[in-house]
């Protein structure tokens, strides 16, 4: 009865709810294993990802949402208010830092950058991409940030893995220079400034 | 990369979001090796680029003044030869680390996070022509109700008060019997035989329980047909007029009656 009907029950129940449902919700309500939720899911994006359609189904934040086609954006701009404007070069940067290395103090986000971050802070608190999310055990218990569910939805993101990976692990500071360093000097050994290296 | 330095040179210092920001910029324009960076030439041109930070604010400019004497601080330290004695003093990994190491390692983990930023970056532009139900209100605009602090400080403030024993006090409840109020109609409309004017047996600034209660009295009074709201015209003023009752309903006096209401 339920196969009859799920992926109606299912459109449903996305385009009644005001955010993200996610998989466990979805077979809570339609009254199936997540498993089989999961199925409905697929089957119902791929009606969705038929061209001719102005709709998207798309997962975010951890959950499915129904979203309009970029390629509409115009005439749904004439329709509703223009959005708030994006962020500025700084305050993604540091959005991006507390992505990657959340949880993290307002001190390191500065080393990183190499410049005082308490306006940006102040910006994505704002915004409400970042939160408090404790404090750290150090000197002065300083104040920790993390990103918001609002984050995920404001990039689109189905969670916080699928940012895309960084390059380079910079944790390690030392290894990655050494590392680095051994390859190069490998490739290039003319490289004159190099010497010291060695020695380490 | 020699002739077109003089162009280049006019590069504007607030386009860059701080020194490593523009020590980035010129180690991509000069195509410098970031693991292996001549410090010298980099730190000239870094000077010559934040000549002009003087006209900048004083924080932006301090943090660029802050970098160009890390880079000459490098490039000095670079200079010295290593003696090779206060080298095995030292033995470990203060002697033979290359004083270039910690800012290779910011400058690396930098251009990650910047990396990151601009992807972050087209996943905005992408995100910004996508409509959701609801998801998007904008009601970021809005004040945030807790300006500065967070509901947990409010909270333990709160705890702080609390436990100060002299900020408590009995908080006396509003008690305003009936039967007073009863007492206190039947006696005005007896004085005035024309009848008080409903509005006025109200109180001004009076509770909303003595509204209440004031307006349960009238109606007991009128139960009783002790008293009668008399209106002449439409939307006119409503008068409560007494009754002298010559005959009480179940034969007890009205004084009595009033006594146990």
Redesign the interface.
């Known amino acids: 009865m339920i196969w009859n009907h799920g992926k109606a029950i299912l459109e449903a129940i996305l ?1 009644a ?4 449902l996610s998989l466990r919700r979805i077979a809570e309500v339609i009254g199936l294993d997540e498993k089989d939720a999961r199925i409905l899911v697929d089957d119902l994006r791929k009606e969705y990802a038929q061209p001719g359609r102005g709709i ?1 189904l ?1 997962e ?1 934040a951890g959950g499915f ?7 509409y ?1 115009e005439y ?1 701009e004439k329709l ?2 223009p ?2 404007k ?2 500025s ?2 305050a ?2 540091t ?3 507390i ?2 290395r959340q949880p993290v103090t307002k001190a390191e986000i500065e ?6 971050a308490d306006h940006t802070v102040d910006t994505l608190l ?3 991409l970042i939160k ?1 999310v404790g404090r750290k055990e150090a000197p002065g218990r300083p104040v920790l940030f993390g990103t918001t569910k609002d984050f995920l ?5 189905s969670e916080l893995s699928a ?2 990976p ?3 692990d ?1 944790t390690d ?2 290894l ?2 050494r590392q ?2 051994e390859s ?1 000097v490998g490739e290039e050994p003319a ?1 004159g ?2 010497e ?2 060695e ?2 | 990369m020699g002739l077109p330095r003089i162009e280049s040179y006019t590069v504007r210092l607030e386009k860059f979001e701080g020194p490593l920001d523009l020590l980035l910029h010129l180690i991509r324009r000069e195509e410098m090796n970031i693991y292996d960076i001549p410090i010298a030439r980099i730190t000239e041109q870094y000077l010559e680029i934040i000549k002009d930070v003087v006209a900048m604010d004083i924080d932006r400019a301090s943090e660029f003044l802050v970098m160009a004497a890390t880079l000459l601080g490098i490039k000095s330290r670079m200079l010295l030869p290593k003696p090779p004695k206060a080298a095995e003093e030292e033995s470990g990994a203060e002697a033979g680390l290359d004083p270039r190491e910690e800012l290779v390692r910011q400058l690396v983990a930098y251009s990650q996070y910047k990396e990151a930023a601009q992807a972050l970056r087209e996943q905005e532009m992408t995100m910004a022509r996508v409509y959701t139900r609801q998801l998007f209100v904008e009601a970021k605009d809005q004040t945030a109700p807790l300006e500065g602090l967070t509901l947990k400080d409010l909270v333990k403030a709160f705890e702080e008060v609390l436990k100060d024993e002299w900020n408590w006090r009995e908080v006396p409840r509003e008690e305003i019997p009936l039967r007073e109020k009863i007492r206190e109609i039947n006696f005005r409309i007896a004085r005035s035989p024309s009848g008080v004017r409903f509005r006025d047996l109200f109180t001004r600034g009076g509770s909303r329980l003595e509204i209440v209660v004031t307006f349960l009295a009238l109606l007991e009074l009128i139960r009783q047909k002790r008293a009668v709201a008399v209106q002449d015209a439409t939307f006119g003023e409503i008068l409560i007029r007494r009754i002298l009752v010559t005959e009480p309903a179940g034969g007890q006096a009205p004084e009595e009656d009033d006594e146990d209401a």
């Open positions: 385009l709810s005001p955010e993200p998207d798309k975010i949402v129904f979203t309009t086609r970029p390629e954006a749904v509703l208010q959005r708030a994006g962020l070069h700084a993604l940067e959005l991006a830092i992505a990657y080393g990183v950058r190499g410049v005082k704002d915004r409400k408090e939805q404001y990039f689109g993101l940012l895309p960084l390059s380079v910079t500071a030392g990655i220079l680095q360093r190069v490289t400034e190099a010291e290296s020695a380490s």
